[in-house]
């Protein structure tokens, strides 16, 4: 039997709510009842089901910030929505999209203050900034051009790429740049939004995100082809030293012995583990990445 999650349920209902504010102050019309309430729905289903994965009983401080994130974002997406059909209200777009973007640095930083950072929290992080961005995107393409949508697009080519390529799914090693690039791409957005910056100058700056992005993406790729083999054959040490592991265990329980669990866990191939751990192969923070009796591979 499923376990109801309280926390996105209380986010589904905080959205509703935040739709019905909007409604009652600048006006939301059918579009944007529609595309906000269909995004609070899918956000809870996928939020719940992501916490249920991970064994997760409720959200952590940090999730609750992301959480509250991503119901402003819900706001924004409304808004954008009804943009199509009437004159968008800019300025409180602009606010909530500031306030959403000011917040990403907040849960972050209680994340590390109560060490509640799991694979969960930065996953739910990372889809609420990119769908910000691919919303923010889709708003300014009537005045910008639809080049534009290629920076709210990159990402979701990126993950539908490694469904088919099968060296893209795997570890990436944390980057910082990486988390600056990102944060540009919502500033730029923000600003074209808000027509802060004459028309020539607000494609320039757009023009400049796209290519950070395009060399951030571009470094990613590079470094999941050039390390596709070694990553391989960690991977393929792990299996076979779980299965070593499994089988002394085996032989010890049928000599009467008592199995023993201090043997290396899977991903021990690697020298100097840190943090960055996605598709359970974890990665160091430094630019040279060790791999036991397989050589070296810079990123």
């Given at each position: 039997m499923s376990t109801v999650r309280t926390g996105p349920v209380i986010g589904l209902l905080a959205q509703i709510g935040v739709l019905a504010v909007l409604?009652?102050?600048?006006?939301?019309?059918?579009?944007?009842w529609a595309a906000g309430l269909v995004y609070g729905v899918v956000l809870c289903a996928l939020l719940s089901r992501g916490?249920?994965?991970?064994?997760?009983?409720?959200?952590?401080?940090a999730d609750r910030v992301t959480l509250s994130r991503a119901i402003l974002v819900g706001g924004v997406t409304a808004l954008a929505a009804d943009s199509f059909t009437r004159p968008a209200p800019v300025a409180v777009?602009?606010?909530?999209?500031?306030?959403?973007?000011?917040?990403?640095?907040?849960?972050?930083?209680?994340?590390?203050?109560?060490?509640?950072?799991?694979e969960l929290g930065a996953r739910f992080d990372m889809e609420i900034d990119s769908f910000l961005v691919l919303v923010l995107c889709l708003y300014v393409t009537p005045s910008t051009g639809a080049w534009v949508l290629a920076?709210?697009?990159?990402?979701?080519?990126?993950?539908?790429?490694?469904?088919?390529?099968?060296?893209?799914?795997?570890?990436?090693?944390?980057?910082?740049?990486?988390?600056?690039?990102?944060?540009?791409?919502?500033?730029?957005?923000?600003?074209?939004?808000?027509?802060a910056l004459p028309g020539p100058l607000t494609t320039v700056v757009l023009v400049a995100s796209l290519a950070l992005l395009v060399e951030s993406f571009g470094r990613d790729v590079r470094w999941l082809w050039t390390t596709r083999h070694l990553r391989h054959?960690?991977?393929?040490?792990?299996?076979?030293?779980?299965?070593?592991?499994?089988?002394?265990?085996?032989?010890?329980?049928?000599?009467?012995?008592?199995p023993s669990y201090s043997a290396p866990s899977a991903g021990a191939g690697l020298t100097?583990?840190?943090?960055?751990?996605?598709?359970?192969?974890?990665?160091?923070?430094?630019?040279?990445v060790a791999v036991a009796r397989r050589g070296i591979a810079r990123v």
């Amino acid at each position: 039997m499923s376990t109801v999650r309280t926390g996105p349920v209380i986010g589904l209902l905080a959205q509703i709510g935040v739709l019905a504010v909007l409604a009652q102050t600048v006006g939301l019309g059918p579009a944007g009842w529609a595309a906000g309430l269909v995004y609070g729905v899918v956000l809870c289903a996928l939020l719940s089901r992501g916490m249920t994965r991970a064994g997760a009983p409720d959200l952590s401080p940090a999730d609750r910030v992301t959480l509250s994130r991503a119901i402003l974002v819900g706001g924004v997406t409304a808004l954008a929505a009804d943009s199509f059909t009437r004159p968008a209200p800019v300025a409180v777009m602009v606010v909530l999209t500031s306030v959403a973007l000011a917040l990403d640095a907040v849960d972050g930083y209680t994340a590390r203050r109560t060490g509640t950072s799991s694979e969960l929290g930065a996953r739910f992080d990372m889809e609420i900034d990119s769908f910000l961005v691919l919303v923010l995107c889709l708003y300014v393409t009537p005045s910008t051009g639809a080049w534009v949508l290629a920076i709210g697009a990159m990402r979701y080519v990126f993950v539908a790429a490694s469904w088919v390529l099968g060296w893209m799914r795997g570890s990436l090693p944390p980057r910082y740049w990486r988390k600056v690039v990102a944060a540009v791409q919502g500033v730029v957005l923000t600003v074209a939004m808000g027509d802060a910056l004459p028309g020539p100058l607000t494609t320039v700056v757009l023009v400049a995100s796209l290519a950070l992005l395009v060399e951030s993406f571009g470094r990613d790729v590079r470094w999941l082809w050039t390390t596709r083999h070694l990553r391989h054959a960690v991977a393929h040490d792990a299996v076979d030293q779980r299965a070593g592991v499994a089988h002394a265990s085996d032989a010890m329980v049928h000599a009467g012995g008592q199995p023993s669990y201090s043997a290396p866990s899977a991903g021990a191939g690697l020298t100097g583990l840190g943090h960055g751990r996605t598709d359970g192969l974890p990665w160091p923070e430094h630019r040279p990445v060790a791999v036991a009796r397989r050589g070296i591979a810079r990123v």
